[in-house]
Nanobody, 125 residues
């Protein structure tokens, strides 16, 4: 049974930091692309960051220089360090894993791949 379990969300003031964690199980962890996605109220889910099976990383433009994605294959754990948070970063954050990538990010469309349950991040001004 595949599981992705996130933790680390919460509320923080603008300029603050949070670290999200996602533990995966039930699939070949090291062979998959892993990513963080977010969905703000009234908006579509968007890819935030991805780390491919070879360790290369990609970020959406709005988080470059502020967020860092990393993983520990030995612990099946994915991280997202978020610094210099601003209110526009407020969203539910999801981790995802997929065997397919598209344009540098993990492709979880059409039922492909696996999703975590989501964790709320709220940034106040």
């Amino acid at each position: 049974q595949v599981q992705l379990v996130e933790s680390g969300g919460g509320s923080v003031q603008a300029g603050g930091s949070l670290r999200l964690t996602c533990v995966g199980s039930g699939y070949s962890y090291s062979r998959h692309c892993h990513g963080w996605f977010r969905q703000a109220p009234g908006k579509e889910r968007e890819a935030v960051a991805a780390i491919l099976s070879d360790g290369s990383t990609n970020y959406t433009e709005s988080v470059k220089g502020r967020f860092t994605i990393s993983k520990d294959n030995a612990k099946n754990t994915l991280y997202l360090q978020m610094n210099s948070l601003n209110p526009e970063d407020t969203a539910v954050y999801y981790c995802g894993a997929a065997a397919v990538k598209s344009r540098g990010f993990c492709y979880l469309g059409g039922g492909n791949g696996f999703w975590g349950q989501g964790t709320q991040v709220t940034v106040s001004s």
